[in-house]
């Protein structure tokens, strides 16, 4: 091809916008700025020498709201010898970016070009999120850009919560909230402790503002962990607990206290219709056979669980209010709310006192003491009957009557209760519930291992495996078993499978089969060395570099018992030692012994808690070690 | 004049809005009107009752209709299909499409866009049928509209289509994509129709293959409009697995339409065109090969630049002229540029082609390489010929039908021929698809100038040598015994070589050798302006520094992933030899690390060390892969050679050595391992060759053979046993 030269020109110049006027290439002391830097977040590619967040709040006339401006003024440097990322800012239906701009250190617009786009999330089916973004390059170490964000709330209500750490690194993070006298605000200062936090109050009396002022140096990037607790129990930061304001001598609350949060909530219930003649029909024949009470409360949950497909449409005030029940009914699918509406329209049609219950995950670290719609982000319902209180989470397929995910265990509850509210705490359950055993009864046959293996899963251990199995191909089913057994390895043939009713969630799961095990055993000159262990749980839970506690997903018991028949003319001749471990959060044992003609070998490995915790982590790894040294060690049969 | 205009958008907007909800309801009636017969279907037969779901009714419609330049194509595709699991039912439980879209065919066209209209009903086990409110429900974000059905479940039927039409502009002739498919999908089907309806300057080549049905044309009431179709009954799911074809194998059809509006169009249109728009095209001969093409690869190209490289050099024969002719137009035309590719790309230069001056070749496509290749072949009096050739996968040069299957090689009639193709930076002379390798192919040439000649002729093959990556692994133990060190030297030729440089190289790597190779400058030494060139080194030097470490950070977790090693140190990289100047040259690069409590159990005093699996993952056939029932289709011959070199620590000896001798070898492959123990050192060297292109299933038991002995080998162990 011959090139083209003015139509190349002009293709250059719409691609390459960023190449205006005013690059500015970093000098001694950036080249110094970013070694420090460098030294003490090595893991970082770009930093940011200053952040600073500018807060004030003003009053719309029209909806009568209380608005927040939100300005953040950053200065990013490259600690690598090239960086390329992404400069993001979130808005939705609730807020918007009225100034996004980058420019070089001298002031001069940078030319990146801003993006708008929805944000997608697996998660959700359709949600209002929006980002800004622009792909930013900075081609030289301690390269410099100076980022400028406007962002405006419509409403306080949804101006949560202002956290000091952030993507990347920063030197010095400032955040400075203006709150005029007309507007109650309260900062509530979160996981403070063990950080140097200076704060500053100064008063602007011409204004009629106060000005907290909070600083916070060297602050590390937000953690890229997985199974970390959510940010709220990590992060230093600040809750912003919006209470009332004052025009024209008018005192109107906002989120004063939990009845304030609670009376929003329920007035967003209270405008739902609920004409439930569309479900009565289904509510009559889930429950004219049932026996009991509890059969026909069984009956209209576990309907649900199986029936309403969970799609999340998080568009404005639908993040809040509960879809009408015949809707989610009629449809067959909702989220959170929509199935905690829809179970608590069932029974209530079929007779039962069931109610709507606001609750913040695990993932969330408040409890309802603090007033602001960042403390929930689910909802299910609640059956009062004969004086016991029972929680439905609806979303929680094959989950029994009674039992709670470990995601809402102990977390506290506000319960709707006509104009007042109730709050309660979701029961705990102890890791023992989710107990699972495993018994491996093996003989040695030449260089084969074989016998029989029981599994029994009772709890959380068990709806989780009801719901793989459910979300499977039916032609996928059987081969799913088998690799579910055999973890994928094909040296282990699984065989005649027997399993309690995999559709029944009120009955715990037992699962029999039959092993062979090749390539575990190897003779070499007389003596036989065998791999006892086909499951090596934990082996690879070394927290290494972790800053942050490890959370699993339940609490977990697990109890595995290996019986081996020694072959006669032989006898053990090694065994690897015995260990074992206790604290707070966990105990965990491995222990062999000799049992007439058998080898015993038994793990018991219990996570009390459902986390190790980072105080754990040095004691938790050297039982890792040690762990991982028993499994890689080889029980020795030499002959008698 | 504001208000005429105002009037003349309304109107423009109400017409849009009519005609909107009239193409709705035209694909409405189109699919569920009276004539729809398969609305009564909804049984499905005893022998599929345990499938996820079942596709009672697929239909698929192609319409092309158009007034002077302005074309409407139409698309649509319509099942129903009775859901039989969950599985099936969280499937179909979304949809998503853009209802207004800019055409991406002919020339841009501002005014009017594309719609896609979608209809979905669900029917109930009991009959009833509900009807979704698409428009209603759908939300629509950035142009995009998702849609959540309601009321979905197991045992429901749902039927839906999806009804695209597609308005254009095109002035010249212009060929739609190609559709190339099997019968077979997803889920069996129990009825399937095809339709095609077109008009006047719109040609159609289609055929159908492996016993799919033919397709048969259905008369009309116009002169000038065509009606076509094909049905099936009972399609069975397709299994797509591993070494497999399906074009070649499976019941399948292709086509292709054109746009022509006149002889003149036609004549230019690269396509084989059927006669007239009323005949089917179903088959190429060779003679419209040769029309197609005789005037399309005339040699042409500014060879100044070639010529100026080749003064004053001699060389041994044709053969060599050629090669290293080959290999500097490889720089010249692509390698030379790629620094000005990298800065663009990051940032580095506004405009970095600017320095190459205004008349500067860069070649981008097969074609153009041909032909300036051939130009250069015809200056030096080289005999050539011109390879019409057609990858393996979609079948036989005697099933040719659609232009865009067709890739093009120059052959040179050295004395041993030379095969030249259109290079990327590492391709070598004599390199070619593995796919095209051993294929019937046709030959044009010239007796004269002008190409007229066609044969039929057959591309060489390689051999499991040719095409070889070979490993020399040496490891030592620590003295605590819980570690090692491994070195291993990596070396490819063939086609086991280009995916590995490319994922090796930094274009650093090669570029800076072949400006030295060819005396050229680099395009930091083209930009005039010093300050530039000072910065822009500068800056492409902190690209490459950046992304040597990215790539470092990823060799690691390959030789994690390779070694089955959760963490490794020290690790160091070195590329020996690039191999980019001929094919049967080796890439070698050698990496090297140290591990910790990797592949070495621990058995009281002594210690098991996993030597099987330092010839890295093998193929680990499931249950159902055994069952194969089609033929095998293989890349290309080709052999692993490793060689593992362990010294044996003091104090110690190694058990176990038998169970390191094995061998299969039958004509499909092979696996081969030897032990032996030399000067304290044990000597493992294994050998695993695919054979052939293609086996057929007979011989897939002898193909089981050697991948299970070769899986077998990474299971077994040696042991050091304290002396």
């Known amino acids: ?640 | 004049m504001t208000k005429k205009l105002l009037a003349l958008l309304l109107l423009f907007q109400s017409l849009s809005v009519l005609s909107q909800s009239k193409e709705a309801l035209e694909a409405k009636n189109f699919f569920w009107g009276e004539a729809d017969k398969s609305r009564t279907v909804s049984d499905i037969p005893a022998n599929l009752q345990n499938e996820s779901a079942v596709i009672l009714y697929k239909n698929e419609n192609y319409d092309f209709h158009k007034y002077g330049k302005n074309v409407t194509y139409t698309s649509s595709i319509r099942k129903r299909i009775k859901l039989l699991d969950q599985a099936a039912v969280d499937e179909f439980s979304e949809f998503s499409f853009q209802e207004r879209f800019y055409s991406s065919k002919g020339q841009f066209n501002w005014f009017r866009k594309g719609s896609t209209t979608v209809g979905i009903k669900i029917i109930k086990p009991d009959g009833s049928e509900t009807e979704i409110d698409v428009e209603a429900e759908a939300i629509e974000v950035d142009g995009e509209n998702k849609l959540a059905i309601a009321n979905l479940e197991v045992g429901d039927i749902i039927d839906y289509y999806y009804f695209t039409k597609e308005p254009f502009k095109s002035t010249y002739a212009f060929g739609f994509e190609p559709v190339e498919k099997p019968l077979a999908e997803e889920y069996p089907i129990l009825e399937y129709k095809l339709f095609f309806e077109t008009e006047n300057d719109f040609f159609i080549n289609f055929n159908s293959y492996n016993g799919a049905p033919k397709l048969s044309e259905i008369p009309t009431e116009k002169r000038n409009m065509r009606r076509y179709e094909l049905t099936e009954i009972n399609i069975p799911k397709g299994d797509f697995t591993r070494w497999f074809y399906p074009l070649v194998e499976l019941p399948s059809y292709k086509f292709q339409v054109y746009f022509a509006r006149s002889g003149k169009f036609e004549d230019l249109a690269l396509a084989f065109l059927p006669k007239n728009e009323a005949t089917i095209k179903t088959s190429v001969s060779q003679q419209e090969v040769l029309e197609l093409y005789e005037n399309r690869f005339r040699p042409d190209g500014d060879l100044g630049d070639v010529k100026d490289y080749f003064k004053g050099k001699t060389f041994e024969d044709d053969a060599h002229k050629v090669t290293a002719a080959y290999y500097y137009m490889r720089h010249y035309y692509l390698t030379r540029f790629m620094e000005a590719f990298y800065a663009k790309d990051a940032n580095i230069s506004p405009y970095p082609f600017m320095v190459y001056g205004n008349n500067v070749v860069f070649i981008q496509s097969q074609k153009q390489f041909i032909r300036h290749f051939t130009e250069y072949l015809r200056r030096q009096k080289i005999a050539y010929e011109i390879v019409v050739a057609k990858n393996r996968f979609d079948g036989t040069l005697d099933d040719l039908l659609i232009e865009n299957n067709i890739e093009i090689l120059v052959k040179i009639n050295t004395e041993k021929p030379l095969y030249a193709s259109f290079f990327g930076p590492h391709t070598n002379i004599n390199e070619f698809s593995p796919l095209l390798e051993g294929t019937e192919v046709y030959l044009l040439s010239a007796s004269r100038y002008r190409i007229d000649q066609i044969n039929k002729g057959k591309l060489p093959s390689s051999t499991y040598a040719d095409n070889e990556t070979k490993k020399n692994i040496t490891l030592s133990l620590n003295e605590a015994m819980d570690g090692f060190k491994l070195t291993a030297v990596n070396s490819y030729k063939g086609h086991e070589k280009s995916d590995q440089q490319y994922d090796r190289f930094l274009y650093t790597d090669y570029v800076s050798e072949d400006y030295k190779k060819y005396e050229t400058e680099t395009w930091v030494d083209m930009v005039r302006r010093e300050k530039d060139q000072e910065k822009y080194q500068k800056e492409l030097d902190a690209l490459t520094e950046k992304l040597r470490s990215t790539q470092k950070e990823r060799f690691e977790d390959s030789a994690k992933a390779e070694y089955f090693a959760d963490a490794l140190e020290d690790y160091t990289y070195q590329i020996n030899a690039n191999g980019r100047y001929s094919l049967d040259s080796y890439f070698i690069f050698t990496e090297g690390f140290t591990t910790k409590n990797t592949l070495i159990k621990k058995a009281g005093p002594n210690h098991i060390i996993e030597i099987g699996k330092l010839i890295g993952g093998q193929i680990d056939l499931t249950k159902k892969e055994r069952e194969r029932s089609e033929n095998i289709y293989l890349p290309y011959p080709r052999s692993y050679n490793y060689q593992i070199n362990m010294k044996i620590p003091d104090g110690y000896s190694v058990s176990g050595l038998e169970k390191l001798n094995t061998s299969v070898d039958n004509a499909t492959g092979a696996f081969i391992s030897t032990a032996k123990i030399e000067d304290g050192v044990l000597i493992i060297n294994t050998f695993k060759r695919y054979k052939n292109y293609f086996e057929p299933n007979s011989n897939w038991e002898q193909m089981i053979a050697f991948l299970d002995a070769a899986n077998q080998f990474t299971n077994e162990k040696i042991l050091l046993k304290k002396e």
């Open chain 1, 1 to 640: 091809m011959i090139m083209n030269y003015p139509k190349l020109l002009l293709v250059l110049l719409i691609s390459t916008s960023a190449f205006s006027q005013g690059k500015v290439e970093p000098t001694p002391e950036d080249l110094e700025i970013a070694n420090v830097l460098k030294t003490e977040f090595p893991d970082d590619e770009v930093a940011l020498i200053s952040s600073v967040d500018l807060i004030t709040f003003d009053f719309d006339k029209k909806n009568m709201q209380v608005t927040v401006k939100q300005i953040t003024d950053e200065e990013m440097i490259n600690l690598d010898s090239r960086a390329d990322i992404q400069k993001y800012c979130f808005y939705d239906g609730e807020s918007e970016i009225t100034e996004f701009e980058i420019s070089y250190i001298n002031g001069k617009k940078a030319g990146f070009q801003i993006n708008d786009e929805a944000y997608k999330s697996d998660d959700l089916f359709h949600n209002d999120s929006r980002v800004q973004y622009a792909d930013m390059d900075f081609p030289l170490n301690a390269y410099r850009y100076l980022t400028h964000v406007k962002k405006e709330y419509k409403d306080v209500k949804y101006f949560t919560s202002l956290y000091f750490n952030d993507d990347y690194p920063i030197q010095k993070k400032t955040i400075s909230v203006t709150i005029p006298d007309w507007l109650n605000l309260e900062l509530k200062e979160m996981n403070f402790e063990g950080h140097d936090i200076e704060k500053t109050l100064t008063t602007e009396a011409e204004n009629h503002t106060k000005t907290h002022t909070y600083t916070l140096n060297n602050v590390p990037a937000m953690y890229q962990e997985s199974n970390a607790p959510g940010p709220s129990y990590i992060y230093p930061h600040l809750l912003i607990l919006a209470k009332s304001y004052t025009r024209d001598d008018t005192s109107v609350t906002l989120f004063d206290a939990t009845k304030d949060l609670y009376g929003w909530y329920i007035s967003l219930v209270n405008s739902l219709q609920n004409d439930n003649s569309a479900l009565q029909a289904k509510v009559n024949e889930l429950t004219e056979s049932a026996k009991t009470d509890d059969e026909k409360i069984k009956n209209i949950y576990y309907w649900v669980q199986d029936n309403i497909r969970y799609i999340a449409f998080l568009d404005g005030i639908a993040g809040f209010k509960p879809d009408e029940a015949a809707n989610v009914f009629n449809k067959r699918y909702g989220d959170c709310k929509g199935m905690a509406n829809l179970t608590k329209q069932m029974l209530l049609e079929a007779g039962f006192d069931a109610r709507l219950t606001w609750i913040g995950t695990k993932h969330i670290a408040y409890d309802y003491s603090t007033p602001n719609l960042a403390i929930d982000n689910h909802m299910i319902c609640t059956l009062f009957k004969d004086g016991n209180t029972l929680f439905l989470d609806a979303t929680e397929k094959f989950n029994a009557l009674g039992e709670y995910a470990d995601r809402i265990q102990g977390k506290q509850v506000l319960i709707e209760n006509g104009e007042d509210f109730i709050l309660q705490y979701v029961p705990q359950a102890k890791a023992s519930f989710n107990k699972e055993t495993l018994s491996y009864n093996l003989t040695l046959e030449e260089d084969h291992i074989i016998g029989s293996v029981d599994r029994h899963y009772n709890g959380e251990s068990r709806s989780q495996l009801l719901q793989n199995f459910h979300t499977l191909k039916t032609e996928n089913k059987a081969e799913f078993l088998e690799f579910y057994l055999n973890q994928g390895n094909s040296n282990i043939a699984v065989s005649n499978i027997d399993t309690t009713n995999l559709l029944n969630r009120d009955q715990n799961i037992d699962i029999a089969y039959d092993v062979a095990i090749k390539n575990a055993v190897s003779s070499f000159d007389g003596q036989i060395y065998i791999d006892l262990d086909f499951d090596k749980e934990l082996a690879t839970h070394k927290m290494e570099k972790r800053k942050t506690d490890f959370i699993f997903s339940s609490k977990k018991d697990l109890e595995s018992v290996t019986r081996l028949q020694i072959p006669s003319g032989y006898k053990v001749s090694h065994v690897p030692a015995n260990i074992s471990i206790s604290s707070d959060n966990y105990d965990m044992q491995v222990m062999f012994k000799k049992e007439d003609r058998a080898l015993v070998y038994k793990k018991q490995f219990r996570i009390k808690n459902a986390k190790v915790a980072t105080s754990d982590f040095e004691q938790w790894n050297q039982f890792i070690d040690q762990l991982n040294a028993l499994y890689n060690d080889q029980i020795i049969l030499s002959k008698d």
